[in-house]
């Protein structure tokens, strides 16, 4: 299984980017696919997920301003990200979790990207 992230940079304060995280070896559809960011020193935190079914949630300190979406056909998870705040800056990581979504806790994620870097300046 592999996940393979793509679609970060340096972008200004207010700006956009969309995120990419393209999966393959998993069964089309399964599972909860999520995103997690890791700024130095800090913990990893919970972006937002996304069901089977599609049902999401979005982290509180990103509400309203990012949004996780999937193209099954295309097996592959994006995350949008406007109004970026440099508070967003981190290391962004796609995961997979082989159950329905219920968390947005890193150590219930069995699969990882290898990140994408994303900086915002002010």
């Known amino acids: 299984v592999k996940l393979v992230e793509s679609g970060g940079g340096s972008v200004q304060a207010g700006g956009s980017l969309r995120l990419s995280c393209a999966r393959s070896g998993f069964p089309r559809s399964s599972g909860c696919m999520a995103w997690f960011r890791q700024a130095p020193e800090k913990e990893r935190e919970g972006v937002a997920y996304i069901a089977t079914d599609g049902t999401t949630r979005l982290g509180e300190s990103v509400k309203g301003r990012f949004d996780i979406s999937k193209d099954i056909a295309k097996n592959t998870l994006y995350l949008q990200m406007n109004s970026l705040k440099p508070e967003d800056t981190a290391m962004y990581y796609c995961?997979?979790?082989?159950?329905?979504?219920?968390?947005?806790?890193?150590?219930?994620?069995?699969?990882w990207g290898q990140g994408t870097q994303v900086t915002v300046s002010s």
């Open positions: 995961a997979w979790m082989g159950a329905h979504c219920y968390t947005l806790s890193p150590t219930s994620f069995g699969a």
